[in-house]
């Protein structure tokens, strides 16, 4: 299997634009999660989805933030406005659903955004 | 809800042993992980340890879970370059999603 698969891997983009960046998790993966991760707070959970279905988004910062799950093998984070304070590297994880399993997250490589 | 918590740096030289350490706050935890992340990736998943167990050993790497003071730790027996990297302390606690509540990271820098 080829892994998580985030595009683009870095993104540079003004003030004000609109951003999207993707996700396609691993096959058969039931939940998928997507965190931001700075150097000031570390790793912060956006928010994940189980069976595409959105469960929590309570960590989405503001109304700028969406992102969606249309089927099991692609999502979207989308930012619209963009700030500099979104800069960031944003990072996808899936899980498989085993019952009784491990729960253990494979995550991408991570989308490195910066706002200019 | 639930809290993790680690210290955001450790510096070892080359050959000695690493200790991270980490606490958490919420008892119905089942699953505690150690996740690895390397420069310029994403985080993985290095050593588990379930929550009846005290100990678990994997080559050089032990975990120790203190349940009664919610404490975990990770030890790197004869650290080695390769081993710099953010080390996570993560937890799973009983509720029915795949959620992890992931600590803040803890950087390990090692000295040749």
């Known amino acids: 299997d080829a892994g998580v698969i985030q595009s683009p891997r870095h993104e540079v983009t003004e003030m004000g634009q609109e951003v999207t960046l993707r996700c396609k998790p691993i096959s058969g993966h039931n939940s998928l999660f997507w965190y931001r991760q700075t150097m000031m707070r570390g790793l912060e959970l956006l928010i994940y989805?189980?069976?595409?279905?959105?469960?929590?988004d309570s960590g989405m910062p503001e109304d700028r933030f969406s992102a969606k799950m249309p089927n099991a093998s692609f999502s979207t984070l989308k930012i619209q406005p963009s700030e500099p304070r979104d800069s960031a590297v944003y990072f996808c994880?899936?899980?498989?659903?085993?019952?009784?399993?491990?729960?253990?997250?494979?995550f991408g490589p991570g989308t490195r955004l910066t706002v200019t | 809800g639930e809290d993790v918590e680690q210290s955001l740096f450790l510096s070892v030289r080359e050959g000695d042993s690493s200790v991270i350490n980490c606490t958490y706050t919420d008892s119905s935890s089942t699953y505690l992980y150690w996740y690895k992340q390397e420069p310029g990736a994403g985080l993985q998943l290095l050593t588990y340890?379930?929550?009846?167990?005290d100990m678990k050993q994997d080559q050089r790497l032990t975990v120790l879970l203190n349940k009664k003071d919610k404490h975990l730790s990770l030890r790197i027996a004869d650290t080695q370059t390769g081993d710099s990297a953010i080390y996570f302390c993560a937890e799973k606690n009983s509720g029915g999603y795949q959620k992890v509540t992931f600590g803040i990271g803890t950087k390990l820098q090692v000295i040749p």
């Open positions: 340890i379930f929550s009846n167990m």
């Open positions: 989805f189980n069976n595409n279905v959105p469960i929590d």
């Open positions: 994880a899936s899980t498989p659903r085993v019952a009784g399993g491990l729960y253990e997250q494979y």
